[in-house]
């Protein structure tokens, strides 16, 4: 099968001919119809994410058909369409027994972070090499297999290329405004950088009854969808804007939740800056893992909150059924994330679209 692979950090990805092997006892083959372009592949392919495990299928936000099951596998059949989620929890363990999967830590989830099943090992090589899926997942190919607890089901009727963005952008930013900060109604929200995630948080901002929503970028096209998507403000930026006296000046005496997705530590500190007392800043953004966050002293002596995000803390079997029927609903808009779709050979097209800045998603079609 074909597949989007990046041997060395820093280089375009290369289409390879993979070898797939059969799945093995609780685990499934996708067919994968579609898979958005994150920034978090991006930052791999910067070689600024510990998830890089060169060589490598990119890719972590698919969906598509399943084409085979293994041994055991009872929650999925052949045919049914499913979202390949951010990550597997291993489903034993005291957090995930508990339901708090996201803090699952178990050699079984390690693995899957850095592409390997449960036992250590991977389904796919190259002329006999060791092949590794992102995060499990390996959305930019043609086929990924993956266990069974990486898998949700959707209903048919839900267009493939939407619903794998529910894999990482759309779950992360939902979650990070209603799952982590918990937006409550009336709110005032800003969220900074309005991306494939941004614009989700700006959804979850508008689903949650939040009555101000200041969305801020340095792209008028970006802040335009923010617009569409629920935002009632837009602050357009420039890269030497002071953002927390500038989101002041809309909202004086500052918000009450700021979203730093952007991934800038000093970023972070504007948008913290920019919070009312006893308000919530949430960095959802990846920086660097080395950076480190200065935020003044006197900032704190007013109950704000500081809180990381990784993946919305999503609980994937919970809220991709819930993403599914807030979109079938009409609550939430799917079809405006998706700036352009390519083929597979096209990949590096995405990226560099990326880089750019100027889209919200690309979506590959394997
Ligand atoms: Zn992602
Ligand atoms: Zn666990």
């Not at 963005?165 to 950088?193: E, M, R, S």
């Not at 009632?232 to 000046?249: D, F, K, M, N, Y």
């Not at 079997?317 to 352009?340: C, F, H």
Request: with cysteine.
């Amino acid at each position: 099968m074909r597949a989007a692979v990046m041997h060395e950090t820093g280089k375009p990805l290369v289409i390879e001919e993979l070898d797939v092997e059969s799945p093995h006892a609780g685990e499934v083959v996708v067919r994968l119809a579609a898979s958005g372009v994150c920034r978090s592949d991006l930052h791999v392919i910067e070689g600024e994410s510990p998830v890089a495990t060169p060589p490598m299928v990119l890719g972590h936000e698919g969906a598509g058909l399943v084409e085979e099951v293994g041994e055991g596998v009872r929650g999925v059949s052949v045919g049914d369409a499913v979202v390949v989620a951010l990550y597997g929890p291993c489903g034993s363990c005291d957090d995930c027994r508990s339901g708090d999967i996201t803090n699952c830590w178990s050699e079984t989830r390690t693995h899957n972070m850095y592409g390997r099943m449960a036992d250590g090992t991977t389904r796919l090589s190259l002329d006999g090499a060791v092949i590794t899926p992102m995060v499990g997942s390996g959305s930019l190919a043609e086929l990924s297999v993956v266990r069974e607890s990486q898998l949700v089901k959707i209903d048919r009727d839900i267009p493939l290329d939407l619903a794998c963005l529910a894999g990482c952008g759309v779950t992360t930013g939902i979650g990070a405004a209603l799952n982590i900060a918990q937006v409550k109604p009336g709110a005032t929200v800003a969220v900074i950088g309005c991306g494939g995630v941004g614009l989700n948080v700006v959804q979850g901002a508008r689903i949650a009854g939040a009555a101000r929503i200041i969305a801020c970028d340095t792209q008028a096209v970006k802040l335009d969808l923010a617009s569409d998507l629920g935002a009632t403000e837009c602050l357009h930026v420039s890269q030497g804007t002071e953002l927390a006296p500038a989101i002041r000046e809309l909202a004086p005496g500052g918000v009450d939740y700021a979203f730093e997705v952007i991934g800038s530590t000093e970023v972070l500190a504007q948008a913290f800056e920019a919070t009312r007392p006893g308000g919530t800043t949430v960095m959802v953004g990846a920086p660097p893992p080395s950076a480190t966050i200065t935020i003044a002293s006197r900032t704190l002596f007013s109950d704000r909150r500081l809180l990381g995000c990784l993946g919305g803390q999503n609980i994937p079997a919970r809220d991709i059924p819930r993403i599914m029927r807030l979109y079938q609903q009409g609550a939430l808009n799917l079809e405006k994330l998706v700036s352009q779709k390519l083929p597979l050979e096209r990949v590096n097209e995405a990226f560099a679209a990326l880089q750019d800045g100027e889209l919200a998603r690309s979506v590959v079609e394997p």
